[in-house]
């Protein structure tokens, strides 16, 4: 699952005061988490579910045939959170035995008929009602009100589509059906849902009925024959256009609101070729047979991968006009990874989510490597490396295995999601990608349709490898913290010298980094391997002449900070002569904050960069007071205004010579309003404004209505953007 801002799925505490009952939660308290001792195990999961759109209640049936895990036992403690319990009974062939039972509005506790060995199945069928809007539910950061099942709009005067549709991550699921609601739990499923005629239905698996009633209602049916968690099933109902696609001859559906199925394709059409990219990669084929992706209004998050159907947030709808300025491409990847990380092998527990969430986000900045190339493979690594970063305070951070946490929305947060995929990246780079990749499918084919854990991740490594690679794991997983880098670089009498200082808190462990450097010496690259293992330490190399420039951590796995005390000239070089993406965003960045001659150059080769965000903050950045450089970047910025392929970057251009204040640049401003980027138009209304606010006020009136409402949005947003 992914936020809009970060994947924080969270159930947390659920207040049942409509009930009279407060349920407490060891969630408050920062203790030891247990992994949820299996009773019982399920096994099968049938739902029969319509709805009271009115009340805005679920009535449901529910068959779950289950059995004892080891122990022999005559009950089983369910999870149903404030429901209406209208019969519980066994299934004996035919007939249905009543069963004695208690509920707290929170707990499902029965007694079965008789002692139950763990050889033996029985079946427990429940009649209920759920009433999800009567839940007081604290939510998350992300999950904002987990209360398992939402009616949106249901009496049709909102002004926005009428639609069902449940999230399940973490322990939610229980709030619209009875379950054991841990991810430690697999069960296959069978959901038939009853539905207005008029509606389109999905939930997970094979669509394997569709029955027409007499009363405008339809009744269909979808079964899930592999074994997937509770959290992950899923329903959702209302208008949706479905734009039908395939992969390997399966079934890839994508269900939108009719105004935005025209751009399925565009939206989602990558989906097939990650698929294909991601089972390849694994060595194990996409394993669901179908996979559904659906957009939700109202969702409480961003996207959640429910087992072969995963759901959107309403971002993910756009427009062609608006596919120009953004798209959700990272999180149509994350969540698809999840299919296997997280899906096909499941987290055991919340307090392993590294095991869904590190992966998923792993899954993406891959993707962008295989689709756009190492240098785009960079950014995203960069970029989960700056999220991580802001996140902890001198080295301090929570451990990624976090087995002591408050409650589990702690748990989705940067350590698990950002910082849990360099670690990932860093470990692929020390095994080699070979022995990566078969390490990945040696523990998803070993664990498939089960749990998983760090613990097993790593045996599965060590079993292709021959290695041991506990102090790996010891570091990065069951410890926390990272390292900041103190370097200093010298040369003398023929040797250079690296002096090194781990800065972090004293609190902080010292880590053990196996790290690279290149020594750049007359046009020739020398590398050499380093351990660093010390709180200070001094390494000597024999070098024939004084390097032009010292390049440690070539490949930038450190998962961490390095404190490089480099100079404008040194920046410089990088970024002409070792043109990493973190070698020149570093530089761009160094000189954004510099006005020596030497960082306008640095910003003036920003401008021709092949990344559009180093191009932005280049624009930005540059200098125009120098006459010369002023000649030289105007062109460049003109250029990039007029054809850049990249709207973020021509519209920071525009901007950019709109700050000059220059008439001759009218012009421009009033073709960009022309665009069909609202981004790009949205900048030349703001130029406007700046030489001739008379034809800005203009301009923005003749819009069209859906132009004008996008581009009103976007002028606030950067103006406040520019004014912080």
């Known amino acids: 699952m992914k936020s809009i801002f970060l994947k924080c799925a969270v159930f947390s505490l659920v207040l049942l005061t409509s009930l009279g009952i407060k349920a407490q939660s060891t969630d408050d308290i920062s203790v030891y988490r247990v992994t949820p001792t299996k009773e019982s195990d399920l096994i099968n999961t049938k739902l029969d579910v319509s709805f009271d759109y009115a009340n805005r209640y679920l009535y449901g049936k529910a068959w779950l045939t289950l059995s004892p895990h080891f122990y022999e036992t005559n009950t089983v403690v369910l999870d149903a959170k404030g429901m209406d319990i209208n019969e519980i ?8 035995i009543p069963l004695k039972y208690t509920y707290d509005n929170w707990k499902l506790s029965i007694t079965l008929n008789r002692i139950y060995k763990n050889t ?37 005067k909102a002004g926005k589509p009428v639609q069902i549709w449940t999230q399940g991550e973490t322990e939610a699921s229980s709030a619209w059906f009875p379950t054991i609601d841990h991810p430690n739990q697999k069960t296959t499923s069978e959901i038939a849902m009853t539905v207005e005629a008029k509606y389109t239905s999905l939930s997970n698996g094979e669509l394997i009925s569709q029955k027409d009633n007499n009363d405008g209602t339809r009744t269909d049916t979808w079964k899930m024959s592999l074994p997937h968690a509770p959290y992950l099933f899923m329903i959702a109902v209302g208008d949706f256009e479905i734009y039908k696609d395939t992969y390997r001859g399966n079934e890839v559906s994508y269900y939108l609101e009719p105004k935005y199925a025209p751009y399925a394709k565009q939206i989602f059409g990558k989906t097939p070729a990650m698929m294909a990219f991601f089972g390849d990669i694994l060595g194990v084929e996409y394993p669901w047979g179908k996979y559904a992706q659906v957009v939700a209004r109202d969702y409480v998050s961003g996207a959640m991968e429910n087992t072969s159907a995963t759901l959107h947030g309403a971002q993910v709808q756009k427009t062609e006009r608006e596919l120009l300025d953004s798209n959700h491409e990272n999180t149509i990847a994350h969540e698809l990874f999840h299919q296997w990380f997280g899906d096909y092998v499941t987290a055991e527990s919340w307090s392993n989510l590294t095991m869904n969430e590190s992966f998923a986000t792993l899954g993406a900045i891959l993707w962008n490597g295989f689709e756009k190339g190492q240098d785009m493979e960079d950014r995203e690594r960069y970029g989960k490396l700056q999220n991580y970063l802001r996140s902890q305070k001198n080295g301090n951070s929570e451990v990624l295995a976090r087995f002591h946490y408050k409650n589990s929305d702690k748990m989705f947060d940067n350590i698990s999601y950002s910082k849990g995929s360099i670690i990932l990246y860093a470990l692929k780079n020390q095994m080699g990608d070979a022995a990566f990749f078969k390490s990945l499918n040696n523990y998803l084919t070993t664990n498939a349709f089960k749990t998983g854990e760090s613990h097993q ?9 021959g290695k041991d690679w506990s102090p790996y794991f010891n570091q990065w997983y069951f410890n926390g913290g990272s390292p900041i880098l103190d370097i200093n670089y010298g040369y003398a009498n023929g040797k250079a010298t690296i002096s090194v200082k781990q800065v972090q808190d004293q609190a902080v462990q010292t880590f053990s980094l196996p790290l690279k450097v290149d020594f750049y010496v007359n046009g020739n690259k020398m590398r050499k391997d380093i351990l660093i293992n010390k709180r200070a330490q001094d390494f000597s190399f024999d070098i024939a002449s004084e390097p032009d420039f010292i390049d440690l951590d070539p490949d930038k796995i450190l998962v961490g900070q390095i404190i490089d005390n480099k100079d404008i000239s040194d920046y410089l070089y990088q970024y002409k002569k ?26 003036l080769a920003g401008l021709e960069d092949q990344q559009d965000d180093i191009r932005a903050l280049s624009i930005k950045t540059i200098d125009l007071s120098d006459r010369k450089i002023k000649k030289e970047a105007l062109k460049s910025i003109l250029d990039i205004a007029k054809n850049d392929i990249k709207t973020n970057a021509r519209a920071e251009a525009i901007l950019k010579l709109a700050n ?28 406007l404004k ?23 949005k976007l002028i606030k947003k950067i103006n406040k953007k520019n004014n912080k």
């Open 690 to 712: 700046k030489i001739a606010t008379d034809d800005a006020d203009k301009e923005l009136a003749d819009l069209d209505e859906d132009t004008k409402i996008h581009v009103t």
């Open 120 to 156: 033996e199945d029985y079946t427990v069928f429940i009649n209920y009602t759920a009433k999800p809007d009567e839940l007081k539910v604290k939510g998350g950061k992300a999950i904002t009100n987990a209360k398992g099942l939402y009616f949106i709009n249901p009496d049709g």
């Open 660 to 687: 000059t204040r220059n008439t001759h640049y009218k012009s421009l401003m009033k073709e960009s309003v022309k665009d069909e980027s609202y981004t790009v138009i949205a900048a030349g209304v703001i130029g």
């Open 457 to 465: 991740l790593r045996l599965a490594m060590e079993e292709v490898t």
């Open 89 to 96: 009974s066994i299934v004996d062939g035919a007939n249905n």
């Open 578 to 603: 070792v043109p990493s993406y973190y070698n020149r965003i570093e530089a761009v960045k160094f000189a954004a904050k510099d006005k020596s001659p030497e960082a306008q150059l640095i910003l």
